[in-house]
């Protein structure tokens, strides 16, 4: 038996039939993406059930130079959990059998959670004692914690509590020669050296396993307004998005814009989505604010000065929750609907808020001249920047031929981002998507440092091999 293969026979001695998947159907859903793009192969699928047992399976790994990819819910966007050993001869190691709330302090406003549990079920955890965990993402009931805290993840409420990284006050994490830091602290206030949990927040794996963390709750809002408004530009919902930083200031929890094309397409092809607005526009916003019981009125007192000074042409403000979820379903369903109209070339871009309509105007004219015909869909999390600028296949276009200028398009405006200070990857991260972007645009100096960290903590490139870096 080679070295590899006695590793594998100890492993499953480990983790037991419960936490061992050989079969080629029984490992299929862990080996791809879900959009499709990325396979991969492994020797099998490992599911640790404790701290103590992934501690012991990566110190064999490390030792017979077994590689390792880990796994949560699987629902990145960049190929980040999806193995790519050219032998197939790694693992997959899920973390969805650690999927125990360790514990909820009111007081403190904390909660110790496992990996493995799934976002929506920390969120209602939060809510079953009058408190908000307030990280919300479109693959909230599927996604694990490990993998949002991996990813440093989004969402839509980035706007006013921050990226998952801000939401951590401490982590449990196995490295890759099987030893497990014990960083589960629940302060506020820690000035005690180098913060090492945020060497493993954003990692994505790369330099060791998360398999518990303390996360930050808070309070839950009195009172929550949603609205969507239509105008004729991006500059003047961006002068709509000071009106109101500048009137609510963190009441505003979120900020959202979508344009025409993104909005028709969410409606024409997802049952439960309607447009509230008779006529069209450019450029729509999807505000809401979280605070006080009097929000309502300052809400409405900023959008009818809006509409007066011709900021916007149209507006419409939830009058109950059933109201408002039909507005968050628009702006959810956009993904969706976006694969009913063929091969989409998609970017994860982040810019500085003032430079959004620049950006908008630029891209636009660079897709007008290199992908004639191509079809923007753009929307995303305007209040901190984020846009997911899309574009679908001219209509008729074969998709598959299509989808050949992704690299090239890429570039282009991977090109352009950076030109005006903007970041290639705003929430989805590297993984092997964006290898080479991260070569490309990353300074010599930046990426001097990240292959330091990563021989420190990983010399034997065990913790998923060809990812980030």
């Given at each position: 038996?080679?070295?590899?293969?006695?590793?594998?026979?100890?492993?499953q001695?480990?983790?037991?039939?419960?936490?061992?998947?050989?079969?080629?159907?029984?490992m299929?859903?862990?080996?791809?993406?879900?959009?499709?793009?990325?396979?991969?192969?492994?020797?099998?699928?490992i599911s640790?059930?404790?701290?103590?047992?992934?501690?012991r399976?990566?110190?064999?790994?490390?030792?017979?130079?077994?590689?390792?990819?880990?796994?949560?819910?699987?629902?990145g966007?960049?190929?980040?959990?999806?193995?790519?050993?050219?032998?197939?001869?790694?693992?997959?190691?899920?973390?969805?059998?650690l999927?125990?709330?360790?514990?909820?302090?009111?007081?403190?406003?904390?909660?110790?959670?496992?990996?493995?549990?799934?976002?929506?079920?920390?969120?209602?955890?939060?809510?079953?004692?009058?408190?908000?965990?307030?990280?919300?993402?479109?693959?909230e009931?599927t996604c694990?914690?490990?993998?949002?805290i991996?990813?440093?993840?989004?969402?839509?409420?980035?706007?006013r509590?921050?990226?998952?990284?801000?939401?951590?006050?401490?982590?449990?994490?196995?490295?890759a020669?099987g030893?497990?830091?014990?960083?589960l602290r629940?302060?506020?206030?820690?000035?005690?050296?180098?913060?090492?949990?945020?060497?493993?927040?954003?990692?994505?794996?790369?330099?060791?396993?998360?398999?518990?963390?303390?996360l930050?709750?808070?309070?839950?809002?009195?009172?929550?307004?949603?609205?969507?408004?239509?105008?004729?530009?991006?500059?003047?919902?961006?002068?709509?998005?000071?009106?109101l930083?500048?009137?609510?200031?963190?009441?505003l929890?979120?900020?959202?814009?979508?344009?025409?094309f993104?909005?028709?397409?969410?409606?024409?092809?997802?049952?439960a989505?309607?447009?509230?607005?008779?006529?069209?526009?450019?450029?729509?916003?999807?505000i809401?604010?979280?605070?006080?019981d009097?929000?309502?009125?300052?809400?409405?007192?900023?959008?009818?000065?809006?509409?007066?000074?011709?900021?916007?042409?149209?507006?419409?403000?939830?009058?109950s929750?059933?109201?408002?979820?039909?507005?968050?379903?628009?702006?959810?369903a956009?993904?969706?609907a976006q694969?009913?109209?063929?091969?989409s070339?998609?970017?994860?871009?982040?810019?500085p808020?003032?430079?959004?309509?620049?950006f908008?105007?630029?891209?636009?004219?660079?897709?007008e001249a290199?992908?004639?015909?191509?079809r923007?869909?753009?929307?995303?999390h305007?209040?901190?920047?984020?846009?997911h600028?899309?574009?679908?296949?001219?209509?008729g276009?074969?998709?598959?031929?299509?989808?050949?200028?992704?690299?090239?398009?890429n570039?282009?405006?991977?090109?352009?981002i950076?030109?005006?200070?903007?970041?290639?990857?705003?929430?989805?991260?590297?993984?092997?998507?964006?290898?080479g972007?991260?070569k490309?645009?990353?300074?010599?100096?930046?990426?001097d440092?990240m292959?330091?960290?990563k021989?420190?903590?990983?010399?034997?490139?065990?913790m998923?091999?060809?990812?980030?870096i």
């Open positions: 038996m080679t070295n590899q293969s006695i590793a594998l026979q100890k492993i001695n480990i983790v037991g039939p419960q936490g061992w998947i050989e079969t080629k159907g029984g299929e859903p862990y080996l791809r993406e879900w959009r499709g793009r990325y396979q991969g192969a492994a020797a099998a699928v640790p059930k404790s701290t103590n047992e992934m501690a399976v990566l110190k064999i790994c490390n030792k017979a130079g077994l590689g390792v990819v880990p796994q949560g819910g699987n629902t966007l960049v190929g980040g959990g999806v193995p790519d050993f050219p032998g197939g001869d790694g693992i997959v190691i899920s973390t969805q059998r999927n125990v709330i360790r514990d909820i302090n009111p007081l403190n406003q904390t909660m110790t959670v496992e990996a493995g549990v799934i976002l929506a079920h920390i969120q209602q955890a939060a809510k079953d004692v009058g408190l908000l965990f307030p990280l919300s993402l479109g693959a009931g694990c914690i490990g993998g949002n991996s990813t440093n993840a989004g969402g839509v409420q980035v706007l509590y921050g990226n998952t990284r801000d939401l951590v006050l401490g982590l449990e994490v196995v490295l020669d030893r497990t830091w014990d960083g629940s302060l506020r206030k820690d000035n005690t050296g180098y913060d090492l949990k945020h060497l493993f927040m954003g990692a994505e794996g790369s330099l060791g396993i998360i398999t518990a963390a303390v930050k709750l808070y309070s839950r809002p009195q009172a929550k307004e949603t609205a969507l408004c239509g105008c004729a530009n991006a500059g003047n919902l961006l002068e709509i998005f000071q009106r930083n500048t009137s609510v200031g963190n009441t929890s979120a900020f959202e814009i979508m344009n025409r993104s909005l028709e397409i969410a409606v024409k092809h997802v049952l989505v309607n447009n509230p607005f008779e006529n069209p526009h450019s450029q729509y916003a999807l809401e604010l979280s605070g006080h009097g929000i309502r009125s300052t809400l409405k007192y900023i959008l009818d000065q809006a509409l007066e000074d011709g900021l916007i042409a149209d507006a419409f403000i939830a009058k929750r059933a109201e408002s979820d039909q507005l968050w379903a628009i702006r959810h956009i993904p969706e694969k009913h109209e063929g091969g070339i998609k970017h994860d871009i982040s810019v808020v003032s430079s959004i309509e620049e908008l105007t630029r891209a636009s004219d660079l897709v290199n992908l004639p015909g191509g923007i869909c753009a929307f995303g305007a209040g901190d920047g984020n846009i600028f899309n574009i679908s296949q001219p209509l276009a074969d998709t598959d031929a299509y989808l050949k200028n992704w690299d090239t398009i570039r282009i405006i991977h090109d352009l950076v030109s005006i200070g903007g970041s290639f990857s705003a929430e989805h991260g590297i993984g092997q998507m964006k290898r972007d991260l490309r645009y990353k300074s010599d100096v930046e990426l440092l292959r330091a960290l021989k420190a903590l990983d010399p034997c490139n065990t998923n091999p060809g990812k980030v």
